[in-house]
């Protein structure tokens, strides 16, 4: 049975269905296309948009002294830039890296905002592909940065073997290092940044579609329950707009300290 | 990992592919965009901002030069002026010294010459005195001692002894 989420109390408990979004375009339900055209990728797509038109209308005349639209922006593309692009990679090395880590930064924010904004209420990164296609460049982006910078082998060494370690324990260090610092790295980032939104809309759910059953449950006892469960829902949505603010910075933090250790000459 | 919803049953760890390219194409206006058009103008707009500092800073470095050298002339020149006018203060005080040294050594002569003017037209006076009165002594001695006498003197030679002895007495007497 698949369902859109909505307010019934038939909803409640909600299981994982309520992420299977049905194609917008009905034709292409259960084809391949399918999943191109859904609530969530038109989401991405309205994130995209508003994020550029955000940019462009605010720094179309910038100015020396910045209008207050201004200075948001350059805000927003200097934080990155300064805080984690200069303090984690280096002034000279990572400034080249901030427009990229300041593009992931604005998307995964953008969309992750989606969870708590009314009517959409769901974030597109609750669906995995998402934090992978972000979280797989970011691995090949530095894989190859450390390919270029020591060589391939060099960059094996690099990025396997930890100096200073006493020889018996490399054959147990090297594989770990090999899976966490290779392998590992982009699944944990998409999976972390996925959970947290998957988590945070579910909770967000069971708050909300918990009220609705107690409020139509009938008994009179159980409507300040339900009231009460919507508060929380309230409560709960301002503490996923924390959470959703640290999973973006989070991730960026993250992309940074990869590109580090990539381009950095010791371990 | 490609394991779209299918049937009954949805697979939350499913990675469609649709959506990857999706979020593929997505990902990268978004990053073209602003990479292109957004970023480099800020940092455009940084490196402005910076230079406006730092040359605000140049330029009040300067001003700060120029006003410290032209302080530093301005004492000079005060300097100069002081050393000038103890200088001159030096001089005057030297001119003074000297004038009033003139001013007495004339006023001495002056006076050291009136001194001796008028000690000359006394001693000339006196002089001229002392001839009168001698050659009126004589006279009036002898008409003096006429009258006292009464009678002409009988001895020449007593007479001329009488007022020989009366003039050198006077004589004497004028000496003193």
Not at chain 1, 94 to 115: C, E, K, Q
Not at chain 2, 58 to 86: C, D, G, M, N, P
Not at chain 2, 153 to 174: I, Q
């Amino acid at each position: 049975m698949i369902t859109q989420p909505g307010f019934l109390a038939e909803d409640f408990p909600p299981s994982v269905e309520t992420f299977d979004f049905k194609s917008l375009i009905p034709s292409l339900e259960g084809t391949f296309w399918g999943p191109a055209f859904t609530k969530l990728t038109l989401l991405i797509w309205i994130a995209v948009a508003v994020v550029i038109v955000f940019f462009l209308a605010t720094y179309r005349n910038p100015t020396l002294v910045p209008t207050k639209k201004q200075w948001l922006a350059e805000s927003v593309y200097g934080i990155v830039r300064n805080n984690i692009a200069g303090e984690i990679i280096g002034v000279k090395d990572g400034i080249r890296f901030a427009p990229y880590l300041a593009t992931l930064f604005v998307f995964v924010f953008v969309t992750n905002l989606w969870s708590i904004v009314p009517l959409a209420q769901i974030s597109p990164n609750s669906h995995l592909a998402f934090p992978v296609v972000l979280a797989v460049m970011s691995w090949l982006i530095y894989i190859a940065l450390g390919i270029r910078k020591h060589g391939l082998f060099g960059y094996l060494k690099h990025a396997c073997i930890q100096p200073g370690v006493p020889w018996w324990v490399q054959p147990i260090l090297i594989p770990i290092e090999f899976i966490s610092n290779l392998i590992l790295r982009p699944i944990t980032l998409s999976v972390r940044l996925f959970a947290n939104m998957f988590a945070g809309h579910m909770i967000l759910l069971v708050f909300t579609l918990g009220g609705v059953a107690l409020w139509t449950n009938g008994a009179l006892l159980l409507k300040p329950a339900a009231i009460g469960s919507w508060v929380f829902a309230i409560v709960m949505t301002l503490f996923e707009f924390f959470i959703l603010s640290l999973q973006a910075y989070v991730f960026t933090l993250l992309t940074a300290t990869y590109f580090q250790s990539s381009i950095s000459e010791e371990h | 990992m490609n394991i779209a919803a299918e049937g009954h049953g949805y697979n939350v760890l499913g990675v469609p592919i649709a959506e990857v390219i999706v979020g593929l194409i997505a990902f990268g206006v978004l990053l073209f965009v602003l990479t292109k058009y957004v970023f480099p103008r800020m940092e455009s707009m940084f490196q402005q901002r910076v230079e406006a500092i730092e040359g605000g800073l140049v330029k009040a470095e300067k001003a700060q030069a120029e006003a410290a050298a032209l302080l530093s002339q301005y004492k000079a020149q005060l300097a100069e002026a002081r050393t000038e006018a103890a200088r001159i203060r030096d001089e005057a005080r030297a001119d003074a010294e000297g004038i009033r040294a003139d001013v007495l050594a004339k006023a001495k002569e002056e006076s050291d010459r009136i001194i001796a003017a008028g000690r000359d037209q006394l001693a000339g006076e006196r002089a001229s005195i002392v001839r009168e009165l001698r050659t009126e002594m004589g006279a009036l001695a002898v008409s003096l001692a006429g009258k006292i006498v009464g009678e002409s003197l009988e001895d020449e030679a007593r007479r001329r002894g009488t007022v020989e002895r009366a003039m050198a007495e006077l004589e004497t007497a004028g000496a003193r």
